[in-house]
């Protein structure tokens, strides 16, 4: 399961809830690399661990609107693993505040591989040497993609598959 973050106009959301499937269209039958685009490989459950102390299952912390923000484009579209949620530009420009406050000492201090393990933190790669270079790595990707966003009033969607 991947995650992905797609910036979008500030109109593009309430054109894709009018008619999810052009969202799809855009994801998957677009042959051209989408460069609003980015996927943050399998990062995305230890991220929000890091972010939250809490899984996905039990997800009720305010960063953890970073990737599930909990506002559907279409409960009954799959784009892989469920459907795309969505925050408004204004909404972007808050998260990437609050991203760009957290740093990457607090993350390593957050690391607590034996209950990331024991949360079944996806994907389970907690015990491994390079775990923590991984998931700040992709935190800088995240905090970069939010920043971007904010600068230009963009919406963000966000989907796994």
């Known amino acids: 399961m991947i995650a992905n973050l797609l910036r979008v106009t500030n109109a593009e959301p309430e054109t ?3 008619n999810s499937a052009l969202l799809e269209e855009r994801i ?3 042959e051209e690399e ?7 490989d399998k990062s995305w459950g230890g991220i929000l661990f890091l972010l939250t102390g809490q899984n996905l299952e039990k997800l ?4 953890g609107r970073v990737l599930f923000s909990g506002r559907v484009i279409d409960e009954n579209q799959d784009l892989g693993y469920g459907p795309g949620h969505y925050l408004t530009p204004k909404e ?3 998260m990437s505040g609050a991203l760009a406050g957290i740093t990457k000492e607090e993350l390593t201090q957050r690391l607590d591989s034996p209950r990331m393990t024991e949360l079944a933190i996806y994907p389970e790669i907690w015990a491994e040497e390079n775990a923590l270079g991984y998931l700040l790595d992709y935190f800088e ?3 970069t993609v939010y920043a971007t ?3 230009n009033n ?7 598959n």
């Not at 963009?154 to 796994?160: D, K, P, S």
């Open 154 to 160: 963009e919406a963000v969607i966000t989907f796994l």
């Open 141 to 143: 990707v995240i905090q």
């Open 28 to 30: 998957y039958e677009n």
């Open 60 to 63: 009720d912390h305010p960063l």
């Open 92 to 94: 972007v420009g808050e």
């Open 149 to 151: 966003a904010a600068k």
């Open 16 to 18: 894709y809830i009018s």
């Open 34 to 40: 989408d460069l609003m685009l980015t996927d943050i």
